[in-house]
């Protein structure tokens, strides 16, 4: 069973671009969440896709944005990018009540 | 919304000895208690979990206990190796409502 996929792994830009990271889950998995770590931050929660429906948000502001398909993989754009956008960006996948799958990450450099 | 509470943030102990650590969270309905194991460089990947209807479980040297009156759960982890040095997080989640992570914490194992 393949895991779960972040495409790409690194990024760099510079402010103002936007960026789209792509996730795709286990297959058969439905829920899709989305996550920003920086050193010393934890893993701080963007957003949660079930069945390309937006169930949960965090709080970032509204440059932070993604969509889910059909096929439940899972998008996130980030627009107007700032320095301080620049983390490791995790996805993570769910079949039900159970465990989280996260994939590798993509590392954004923003400069 | 669910908060989770984790502390120490950081935790060095020598080889050998144990280590534990602590989160509260704050909603009563939270039912599934997963902790996640961090290493340099690599994906958050689940280490143990448990349910809101059973106390403690354990797994060779890792062991979560869980009081849900109180609404904290602890990991315990027995007799140390290096190769557990890592982040440690825990988190909380309800139903299929998202996973609410603590901010984590860093293990050090002194050989």
């Known amino acids: 069973k393949a895991g779960v996929t972040q495409t790409p792994r690194y990024l760099i830009k510079t402010r103002g671009q936007q960026v789209t990271l792509s996730c795709s889950p286990i297959s058969g998995h439905r829920s899709v969440s989305w996550y920003q770590q920086t050193p010393g931050q934890g893993l701080q929660f963007l957003f949660e896709y079930f069945s390309e429906t937006q169930r949960n948000k965090g709080n970032f502001p509204g440059r932070f944005s993604g969509r889910q398909f059909s096929n439940s993989r899972s998008e996130m754009n980030v627009s107007t990018l700032e320095l301080g956008d620049s983390a490791l960006y995790l996805c993570?996948?769910?079949?039900?009540?159970?465990?989280?799958?996260f994939g590798q990450g993509t590392r954004l450099t923003v400069v | 919304g669910e908060n989770v509470e984790q502390h120490p943030s950081t935790l060095s102990v020598q080889e050998g000895d144990s280590a534990v650590i602590k989160c509260t969270y704050s909603?009563?309905?939270?039912?599934?208690f997963p902790w996640y194991k961090q290493e340099l460089g690599k994906r958050p990947q689940l280490i143990i979990d448990i349910r809101s209807n059973v106390g403690e479980k354990k797994d060779q040297r890792i062991a979560v206990t869980l009081n849900k009156t109180a609404k904290h759960f602890s990991l315990h982890i027995t007799e140390t190796q290096p190769e557990d040095s890592a982040v440690y997080f825990c988190a909380a989640s309800r139903g299929y409502q998202k996973v609410t992570f603590g901010i984590g914490t860093k293990l050090q194992v002194i050989p």
């Open positions: 909603d009563s309905a939270s039912n599934y």
């Open positions: 993570a996948s769910r079949g039900g009540n159970t465990e989280a799958f």
